[in-house]
């Protein structure tokens, strides 16, 4: 049997993006479908791709799917993707009558009910995929009927095989770097799934998806997959694209070695927490030797009231630490930063302008607060009616338009422009001076 899936990860990159934008959502691989895919294959199962980036625009997409001759379509889906993920359910169903659409992924996780009042889609798969969709492939192969919605069953990491890089077009990824001058070819890869800690504009829509518990594959299953990875691509940089992929400190030390061991020198990067980094410098210091060069932050804010805020369970002291065991071991810093939170005042804005400029990041990621679907953060401030964001469009993070009612942008936008060109204190406190073009940020209503 031959399965179809389609990533419509087009939300931001836009239409025939692949290949021609230089941006990582134009061109990175989704691990999801490419798990999914080779766990198919594994059994059996012939699979392709329909990748909305590489298409021209919707009609192209109905010239697609007419062309072929697939019964069983997989649709992947971040809440960002969901309006053109059902967009795509309803040309399948146009031009396939007999068409199974199975959808699964993070909204598909964090939204079933609503997912589920979709009648064109046929089956949904919760939480990990790869088990439960070979099962739900071989329910269909052999014409028997099957649930509409499953809860997936988690897999062991080592267990299934590595993702399937033929199932994209890798020209993409291995051409764009995620940070500046990290060289090319670059590939990314997972070496575990899941997060323990609860950062609430992000939190619960991880544990939804992988659970309580984190699972990492083993050192030397993720060591094997560089060494092929090397082999086919020659890759001269990667990332772990983990949530975070220093969390356990015996697992990255020997990862290093094994890493190491190898052979490896290529530089990688990945996300790290400032407070895990201020308790293992060492571990640090080793992951540096062994060829981290970027560690990405999420240092979030200056202000402690809005790290407690967002349950964060760090401390402004231990971001401008963490920068500095970095800057020690020559890991260049990739700093997150978040404005705009609900209840954030200016003098708390201009503490985190301060700690950016004590910081001196290499580069400086800043967002507008989110109320991402599936977070704790994002049903509060729906709930007080302050989120003004689609509730799909509102995860996307990028400083670039307004998220919730009683926040000032333009000044907020004026204080990021002073955050990324450094400056003086005088210059801050002129800012902190500047009148309310809508209401001042403040808590007076929450
Ligand atoms: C890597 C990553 C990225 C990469 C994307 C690379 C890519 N194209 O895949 C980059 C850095 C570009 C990125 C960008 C953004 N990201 Co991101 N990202 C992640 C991250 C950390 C890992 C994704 C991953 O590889 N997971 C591992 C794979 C194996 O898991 P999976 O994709 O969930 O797939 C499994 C299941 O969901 C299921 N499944 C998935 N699809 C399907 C389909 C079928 C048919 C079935 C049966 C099952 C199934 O089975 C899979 C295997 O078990 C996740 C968090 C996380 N840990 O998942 C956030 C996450 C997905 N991102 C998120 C967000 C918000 C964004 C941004 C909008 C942020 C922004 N800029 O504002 C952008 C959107 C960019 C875009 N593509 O349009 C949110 C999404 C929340 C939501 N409600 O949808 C997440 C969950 C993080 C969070 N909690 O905030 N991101
Ligand atoms: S923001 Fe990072 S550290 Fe916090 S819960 Fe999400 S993945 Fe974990």
Not at 51 to 63: A, G, I, M, P, V
Not at 315 to 337: P, Q, R
Request: charged share 25%.
């Amino acid at each position: 049997m031959h399965v179809t899936l389609i990533f419509p990860g087009i939300a931001l990159p836009g239409f025939d993006s692949f290949n021609k934008k230089p941006t990582i959502d134009a061109n990175f691989i989704d691990h999801g479908l490419a798990s999914l895919s080779a766990s198919a294959k594994a059994h059996g199962y012939s699979v392709d791709l329909i990748d909305l980036r590489t298409l021209r625009d919707w009609s192209h997409f109905r010239e697609e799917v007419r062309r072929r001759t697939t019964t069983v379509w997989g649709i992947t889906s971040w809440s960002l993707h969901y309006p053109d993920a059902v967009r795509a359910v309803r040309i399948l169903k146009e031009e396939k009558e007999d068409a199974i659409v199975i959808l699964g992924g993070v909204h598909a996780t964090i939204q079933t009910q609503q997912v589920a009042s979709n009648r064109l889609i046929d089956h949904i798969i919760t939480q990990e995929g790869e088990i439960s969709f070979v099962k739900l492939l071989d329910t269909l192969a052999a014409g028997k009927p099957a649930e509409r919605i499953i809860i997936g069953e988690g897999p062991v990491l080592d267990e299934i095989p590595w993702v399937d890089r033929d199932l994209f077009d890798m020209s993409g990824e291995l051409a764009t770097p995620m940070a500046p001058r990290l060289p090319t070819p670059f590939v990314t890869t997972n070496a575990g799934r899941g997060c323990p800690f609860k950062c609430n504009f992000c939190q619960p829509a991880e544990r939804a998806v992988f659970g309580n518990r984190v699972k990492m594959r083993s050192q030397r299953n993720v060591v094997d997959e560089l060494l092929y990875l090397k082999d086919r691509f020659k890759f001269r940089s990667w990332m772990a694209h983990d949530d975070l992929f220093f969390i356990n400190h015996r697992w990255s030390r020997e990862f290093c070695v094994q890493y190491k061991a190898a052979g490896f020198t290529e530089p990688y990067i990945c996300q790290m927490r400032a407070d895990l980094m201020c308790r293992y410098p060492d571990v640090v210091k080793q992951m540096a030797e062994s060829g981290l060069a970027w560690a990405m932050i999420g240092f979030e804010s200056g202000s402690q009231r809005i790290l407690d805020l967002f349950e964060k369970e760090t401390t402004v002291e231990e971001n401008l630490k963490a920068a500095a065991i970095c800057k020690e071991y020559g890991i260049k810093v990739w700093a997150n930063i978040m404005f705009g939170a609900p209840t954030e005042t200016r003098t708390e804005v201009m503490e985190t302008v301060r700690m950016v400029w004590k910081i001196k990041p290499d580069h400086l990621s800043s967002s507008y607060f989110t109320p991402t679907p599936g977070s704790g953060m994002a049903a509060e401030v729906e709930k007080k009616g302050l989120t003004i964001v689609d509730p799909f469009n509102g995860s996307c993070r990028t400083p670039n338009e307004a998220k919730m009612k009683d926040i000032d942008y333009e000044w907020l936008t004026k204080a990021i422009a002073l955050a990324y060109e450094g400056g003086s204190e005088e210059r801050l406190m002129a800012l902190g001076q500047l009148p309310a073009k809508h209401q001042e940020i403040s808590c007076a209503s929450h």
